[in-house]
């Protein structure tokens, strides 16, 4: 079974200082990670995605997440937070098997200060 | 423009009372899910279905029902027997042919019991 933590559900920075939220997972089979970001009272957007292959990943918005296989985890960082990037942060798993079936983590609340 | 429509934005219910919330695609996709989101709890899953005329339960399938009787829509009911039903409602659809696609979300309905 597939599990998500995210550490820290309130992050706060500085507009241009870096953005580091962080998620552990674990997966009995080689995981899809994803990065999603929800606006208020809206929807979910992906911001990207980890399936195979190279283990740094680019998304919008300037956003970018490591897979880390010897540490179970796949944080999201920018290099510098903009006014704009004040939302809620989701990662989620997915095993690999067909399932198709994602399981989230709590959530990380992100604010930026001007 | 392709994407996901759910209907309505807020809604209203008295205890006791059946409330159905309508999701509707057009990216011809296969595969629909809907999800219960609580404040710090992330997003649960309810039930999703992977092909018209079939689908199963997620986590917290109790006190909902779900038909997919066109691949378009997939509409969910909250029933009296949901004990606790004041939450917000995500609606998402995938391709469904493999498991490392993403899943594309809807605006969501706040559901509210009065």
């Known amino acids: 079974a597939q599990s998500v933590t995210q550490l820290g559900s309130h992050v706060s920075v500085s507009e241009g200082a870096l953005v580091l939220l962080r998620c552990n997972y674990s997966?009995?089979?080689?995981?899809?990670l994803f990065w999603y970001v929800q606006y208020p009272n809206q929807g979910l957007q992906l911001l990207l995605k980890?399936?195979?292959?190279?283990?740094l990943v680019k998304g919008i918005n300037g956003f970018e997440a490591e897979f880390k296989k010897s540490e179970t985890s796949f944080h999201l960082t920018k290099p510098s937070a903009h006014m704009s990037d004040a939302a809620e942060y989701f990662c989620?798993?997915?095993?690999?098997?067909?399932?198709?079936?994602?399981?989230f983590g709590k959530g990380t609340k992100l604010t930026v200060n001007p | 423009d392709g994407g996901i429509t759910q209907s309505p934005k807020y809604l209203f219910r008295k205890e006791g009372q059946n409330v159905t919330l309508s999701c509707e695609q057009n990216?011809?996709?296969?595969?629909m899910y809907w999800y219960r989101q609580d404040p710090g709890q992330g997003l649960r899953l309810i039930y999703y279905?992977?092909?018209?005329?079939?689908?199963q339960k997620g986590d917290i399938a109790e006190g909902y029902s779900v038909s997919r009787e066109k691949k378009e829509s997939f509409p969910l009911t909250v029933t009296s027997a949901q004990k606790n039903p004041t939450a917000f409602y995500l609606c998402?659809?995938?391709?469904?042919?493999?498991?490392?696609?993403?899943?594309?979300f809807g605006p969501g309905t706040r559901l509210t019991v009065l």
């Open positions: 998402a659809s995938s391709t469904g042919q493999v498991s490392y696609n993403e899943q594309f």
């Open positions: 997966s009995s089979v080689p995981p899809y």
């Open positions: 980890y399936t195979t292959g190279a283990t």
């Open positions: 989620a798993v997915e095993g690999q098997g067909g399932s198709e079936k994602l399981v």
């Open positions: 990216l011809n996709h296969d595969a």
């Open positions: 279905s992977q092909i018209v005329n079939d689908f």
